[in-house]
């Protein structure tokens, strides 16, 4: 069983920081792809950041703004968030795709979502 947590959301102020981790625990035997979605209320989940083995990618809109980063020691995705804008605001998902042990086959996950709201 493979679980993935967020954490670090909360309330920041327009052009503030926040960093937003993603733990991925439980029978791993890989980790490949992972990536933060975020979601309004109303509106589909949008792609903002991946990172693979291969490299990193990130939506325009917070081209230079967010960093995705991985700690392959502890299994934790991160995405550090800087000079946050309002329409920043959303709930914020993390994906994996995650080989379990003792499993040929990689398989989707999704954590629980961490809200992040700027105030303007």
């Known amino acids: 069983q493979v679980q993935l947590v967020e954490s670090g959301g909360g309330l920041v102020q327009a052009g503030g920081s926040l960093r937003l981790s993603c733990a991925v625990s439980?029978?791993?035997?890989?980790?490949?792809?992972v990536e933060w979605y975020r979601q309004t209320p109303g509106n589909q989940r949008e792609l903002v950041a991946h990172?693979?083995?291969?490299?990193?990618g990130h939506v325009d809109s917070v081209k230079g703004r967010f960093t995705i980063s991985r700690d392959n020691a502890k299994n934790t995705v991160y995405l550090q968030m800087n000079t946050l804008k309002p329409e920043d605001t959303a709930a914020y998902y993390c994906?994996?795709?995650?080989?379990?042990?003792?499993?040929?086959?990689?398989?989707?996950?999704w954590g629980q979502g961490t809200q992040v709201t700027v105030s303007s």
């Open positions: 439980g029978s791993i035997f890989s980790i490949g792809l």
């Open positions: 990172i693979t083995s291969g490299g990193t």
């Open positions: 994906h994996a795709v995650v080989r379990d042990s003792g499993s040929y086959y990689y398989n989707d996950y």
